[in-house]
């Protein structure tokens, strides 16, 4: 041996890093994507954590919470988060 591990070890050392992410990056519980977060994240510091459900990628969280109603009788849109409206006709 040269020091640095036999062959099979180093192999397996690059498909660790390679496969990491699908190891231990949460999936969206919406459309099963690997998300940008660790499980090892804090929920805290999360965006698109729903507490009770888990993890959402960005692209289900925007369709699912945040959503862009139009009213037609004026130029005022609405945005939806969650359980709470905010009017955007400031």
């Not at 459900?53 to 699912?64: F, K, R, S, T, V």
């Not at 130029?75 to 009017?87: D, K, L, M, P, R």
């Amino acid at each position: 041996m040269n020091g640095k591990g036999s062959k099979d070890r180093v192999q397996d050392k690059k498909n660790f890093d390679l496969n990491y992410s699908k190891l231990y990056n949460d999936k969206c519980v919406s459309c099963d994507e690997v998300t940008q977060y660790s499980r090892f994240d804090h929920i805290d510091y999360r965006i698109g954590y729903i507490e009770g459900a888990g993890q959402l990628c960005l692209n289900c969280y925007d369709e699912i919470y945040v959503k862009k109603k139009n009213n037609s009788s004026d130029e005022s849109s609405q945005y939806i988060v969650g359980q709470y409206a905010h009017n955007n006709s400031e």
